[in-house]
């Protein structure tokens, strides 16, 4: 293969590899996106299942609790997003981090090629020069994998952390309530008192959640969030100072 024909291949293989990376980030956002969405659905669907099972026990009417079963939903999800938007700021700066340092990579393996292409009919005195900047420009591609590397263990910590922390905040430690067991005598003495304190002790149930329950959700929430945002800024300022690490690298080689 003569170096026309290497030159084209070495452009082909630059573009595989560009399409090949561009799947893979896909993939690994669509994988982050699904699992966060099915966290979020499961914690959702265990709280609707519990309030509605409390009805359901007091042998109340769901549609006369359909509206604060709602609210008390819609106030749980508002503090999962809250979860997931401090974990989404995260993921999607380490994301963009490894883009550019892919894009990089690939920038320098153009370089490449173009300071091979330029060698040709070169005195001795350019030609060191040309080689130097070429073996500086390799090293530069091969230190930037340490941030790729980085920001892929980073974006596998991030989905675990958040499944970590939605069980954690999120532990519905409330009871399932059996509905159909025990003997005649129980049910008809359940029935009996579900007549006259049925609702009373329903709405005691529902008002618990959302002032006890809730309040304190949030608050471990808020805990957690303060954390990610803490996390955050200490991975970003880190990888600032990889990069800046390898372009003094870069100029020390070149100089």
Known sequence: MDKNQLLIELEKNLKEFNSIEE??????????????NELKTQKIQEVQNYLSNQVNFYEQDIKDYKENINLTVKKYTEEID??????????????????EAVNNQTMITGNVIQLVENKQNKKDAELKKINNQIIALL???VNYSVIVE?????LNWC??????????VFENKFYQ?????????????????????????LLEILNNYKKENLKQISDNNDIKV?????ITTGILKQL???EEQINSQYNEAIS
Request: aromatic share 12%; net charge positive; charged share 35%.
């Open 150 to 154: 980085e920001c892929n263990a980073r």
């Open 23 to 36: 799947k893979k980030s896909m993939i690994t956002l669509a994988i982050y996106e699904k699992q966060i």
């Open 177 to 201: 309530i059996e509905l159909y067991k025990g003997s005649f005598f129980e049910k008809l003495r359940r029935k009996i008192l579900n007549i006259f304190s049925g609702k009373k002790k």
């Open 82 to 99: 809250k979860l997931i938007k401090s974990y989404d700021y995260l993921y999607i700066k380490i994301f963009k981090n490894r883009q």
């Open 139 to 141: 090293q530069k591609k």
């Open 226 to 230: 303060i954390n990610i945002i803490s």
């Open 159 to 168: 989905i675990e952390s958040f499944e970590k922390d939605i069980q954690e």
């Open 240 to 242: 600032q100072n990889v």
